[in-house]
């Protein structure tokens, strides 16, 4: 079976939901589909207040905003298809290869693709981290506050960003003991009022230290704990500083790396985007890669967070319906400009300006790569 | 059996479907429509599989279909995530020697 | 300090705009914004209807609290997404009280008793629930105002109703001989799926591996189920450190599909057929 859509959206969180609806409101014949039973990506496992203005819903739970999202979704009756995944550019480079349930292949030929494929998170290899119960932060905060069912009942985060800050904060919210959080660097690196909460509820933070290992039980069919140590200015473990602390899980929380398989796939060229996650796809400021008609957006055009990959998705939605033709260039024009004063606002602050710096190279390159291939 | 039964933000567990499932031969309780990995970890299942060459035991990492460390043999099929599966009824689920065995 | 420890000190909060000033709280109920960081949010000036909190223009000012206009409603308390709003009573010639926002079941009830914690989670000093809201407009997170000891108003920013979550008071362990032997980065495994240890990636780049796909060639990291996913990032940094380069100049995999696992029913099922047609694309 075989399907004609003028555009397909690949990813159905935040920021391929979002370009869904810009696209699906300026009359575009959408079609969304993921890989997942349920729409919204990784929305609905944050369930935390978020932050910004009130015009980037700051202040609402990211599952309410999940929730939002779907219902506009729903109004506007954008086809979602679930249990689908996008598994390759295939035949010829002509068409998106689907494999329906896992199984049942269909060819989608889409004018436009928005690939909105989201991230992963990054691994990080110590002794001992392919025990079980040494998992991902993201992973921990789909079991609790999507599945409900507990990682552990002691809990040691390895990374102190915003992800191993909240997860960390909402394994407390699901009852679990958080042994620590262990971070290399001298300095946190998310958000004071995060680690502020932790801390306030009694978990060590561990700056200037590292795992050294996961220490696993008689049969090696879990963990008992982590011996973690202090760092000198090389980030190299100083020998008496270790420490035992007892733990039936470790999270790693070291980042996430964007899922480019798909736009690899499609031959868009790539930037290293350093901080928001080594390579990405390079795109303009209408998230358009160096391939005509292909759009990236979210976690997937480089590592932020989802109020920015829900401002990204709408500039790839609006784009792209405004080279259907569907608005016209004066209309576009306007509703970019209102979504760019948005990603400015949320891309500034000391933890905000490199995500801004580096989006903006990437967008620079991308007009010198534009140039050269006038020339 | 363990789950979240109480929280804050989420409210109280709502009661859900029971299905059964069966582990390496022992049946399970499980809540229908939840992945066969919470299912798992509700009845304290941690290991998934046996690493291919030196034989020891592993777990999920991701938990969102991306990593492939959660992979089962279900229904006879190797190589299932569970951490993306839903459970059915009846299910039958064993932990993966290395890349299993087709079976049938 | 708040960047290295996690939690701001009693001097750092005095010295910031959310707070109003220790005579004021001897005088009346007022807020105090514990916000330090220059993060892009504004919630809280959009809450208070006394018009008492100033963030303006750029969003990233720190919250500026004008005591003269702060009722000490505590509206504001549980919308901070920062939960980093108290409100702090020191009027009382016996007592001072802490309002605060909480999110962790089970919810305190009036008249109950429960620990007083610090910043960092320490156990302070028992106190008294003396309110408890959980208004729809707080989104689930309950304001509750605690009755604690003379001086401690400025103090006490955390309570446990059932003893969990306190700071322990224990040291920490020494590791074992035995256990810290194992802490050897050779040995431990690089690709989870096909067990490559560090060593092993270390010998394939002295013997000329440059790429991930040249370790990939000789060693098959990659070419386990998870098709590079976990072992990748990893070989980069190995092949970077070994070769004194920047990861970024480490040549990355080539990217294949399928993107995930799909069964060769996925391929099979395919109706090529139609791509001898013509469509229309801009790629």
Redesign the interface.
């Known amino acids: ?2 399907k ?1 859509v003028e555009i397909l959206v690949v990813g159905a969180g935040p920021a391929g939901l979002s370009a869904a609806i810009e696209a699906a409101r300026y009359g575009a014949d959408v079609l969304v589909v993921d ?3 349920k729409p919204g990506g ?1 929305l609905f496992k944050q ?8 015009r980037h819903h ?4 990211g599952v309410d905003i999940g929730n939002e999202l779907l219902d506009e979704v729903e109004k506007l009756g954008v086809e979602v298809m679930l249990n689908t ?11 998106v ?1 689907l ?1 329906v349930d ?6 989608v ?4 693709i928005i690939m909105a494929t989201g991230a ?4 990080l ?12 932060a ?3 905060q ?4 999507v ?5 552990g009942e002691r809990v040691l985060m390895i990374g ?1 960003g915003n992800v191993g800050l909240i997860v960390s904060y909402q394994l ?4 679990a ?1 958080v042994a620590g ?1 262990v971070e290399a660097a ?3 690196g998310g ?15 561990f ?1 200037g230290h590292t795992v ?2 996961a ?1 696993p039980n008689e ?4 963990i008992v704990g982590a ?1 973690i140590a202090e760092v000198d200015d090389k980030f190299q473990p100083v020998k008496g500083t ?5 733990c039936d899980c470790i999270g790693i929380a070291v980042g996430l ?1 964007p ?4 736009p ?3 031959h868009v060229e790539f930037i ?1 985007a ?1 901080r928001l996650g ?2 990405v796809p390079m795109h303009d400021r209408d998230m358009m890669t160096t ?4 759009y990236v957006a979210g976690d997937a055009s480089g590592v932020e967070e989802a109020s920015s990959a829900i401002e990204e998705g709408k500039l790839a939605g609006i784009a792209a319906a405004q ?1 259907l033709g569907k608005i016209s260039e004066a209309e576009a024009a306007e509703a970019k400009a209102k979504v760019w004063e948005s990603l400015n ?8 300006a490199g995500r801004a710096q580096a989006k903006e190279q990437i967008i620079r390159q991308m007009e010198d790569w534009k140039v050269k291939q006038h020339a | 059996m ?3 039964e ?5 409210g109280d ?1 709502e009661p859900g479907t029971q299905v059964w499932i069966t582990v390496d031969g022992k049946k399970m309780p499980a809540r229908a429509g ?2 066969i ?2 299912a798992l ?2 009845n304290g299942v ?3 599989n046996i ?1 291919i060459k030196k034989h ?12 492939t460390n959660c992979v089962m043999t279900v229904n006879g099929d190797p190589n299932v995530r569970t ?2 599966t ?1 459970v059915e009824d009846g299910m039958v689920i064993e932990t993966q020697d290395g890349l299993g065995k087709w079976e049938g | 300090m ?7 000190d009693i001097d750092e909060v005095k010295d910031i705009p959310g707070f109003p000033g220790m005579e004021v709280l001897s005088q009346k109920k007022c807020v105090v914004i ?10 809280c000036e ?2 208070c209807p006394h018009h008492a909190i100033t963030v303006g223009e ?3 000012n720190l919250p500026v609290v004008d005591k003269d206009k702060c009722v000490g409603c505590g509206l504001c308390v549980a ?6 709003i108290f409100l702090v009573d020191q009027t009382a010639e016996d007592f001072d009280t802490v309002t605060l926002p909480y ?3 089970p919810l305190p009830e009036k008249g109950q008793e429960v620990y007083g ?6 156990f302070l000093t028992k106190g008294e629930v003396i309110r408890m809201v959980m208004s729809k407009v707080n ?3 309950a304001v509750v105002e605690v009755k604690v000891p003379k001086g401690f108003g400025m103090q006490v ?2 309570i ?1 109703v059932d003893g ?5 008071e224990e040291a ?4 074992s001989d035995a ?2 032997a ?4 050779d ?4 690709c ?1 799926c096909e067990e490559i240890t ?1 060593a092993e990636v270390i010998e394939a780049v002295r013997n000329g591996a440059t790429s991930v796909n040249e370790v990939k060639r000789v060693l098959r990291p990659g070419m386990g189920l998870c098709q590079g ?3 990748h ?2 070989i980069e940094r190995i092949i970077a450190q070994e070769l004194h380069v920047p ?2 100049q480490v040549p ?1 995999a ?10 060769v ?8 057929q ?2 001898e047609q013509f ?5």
């Open positions: 079976m075989n004609e890989e997942n039973s990784q369930i935390h207040k978020f932050f910004g203005s009130r700051a202040g609402v739970r995944v996008a598994y390759g550019i295939y035949p010829n480079d002509e068409g290869a494999a896992g199984e049942t292949g269909m060819i030929h889409p004018q436009k992963s998170e990054n691994p290899a110590f002794p001992g981290w392919t025990l079980p119960g040494v998992v991902g993201g992973a921990i789909t079991m609790i506050n599945n409900r069912v507990p990682v102190s407390l919210q699901s009852g003991e959080i001298p300095q946190l958000y004071g009022v995060h680690s502020a909460k932790v801390r306030r509820a009694g978990v060590p933070i700056t050294l290992e220490v049969d090696k069919s879990g011996v270790e420490q035992f602390i007892a790396t899922d480019i398989a798909l690899a796939m499609a290293n350093g080594s390579q391939q005509d008609g292909i080279s606002q949320l891309r500034t602050g000391p933890f905000g | 363990s789950r979240i109480h929280h804050v933000i989420l567990l939840e992945p990995l919470s970890l509700a941690k290991v998934q690493s020891e035991p592993r777990g999920y990492f991701c938990g969102i279909g991306r990593c951490c993306v839903p | 708040l960047e290295r420890d996690g939690f701001l514990e916000c330090a960081q220059n993060i892009p949010c504004n919630p959009a809450l750029p969003i990233t919308g901070c997404p920062g939960q980093a999110e962790y079941y914690l610090s910043r960092d989670g320490r989104d689930r997170t920013r955390g446990s969990k979550r306190i700071a322990s920490l362990q020494k590791p256990v810290l194992e802490a050897n980065e040995n431990m495994y690089v989870r560090k996913r976990n072992c990032k990893t990861p970024a990355q080539t990217k294949r599909g399928p993107v995930r696992p799909v069964k029913t996925a391929y099979t099922s395919l109706d090529v139609a791509s469509y229309e694309h801009d790629w």
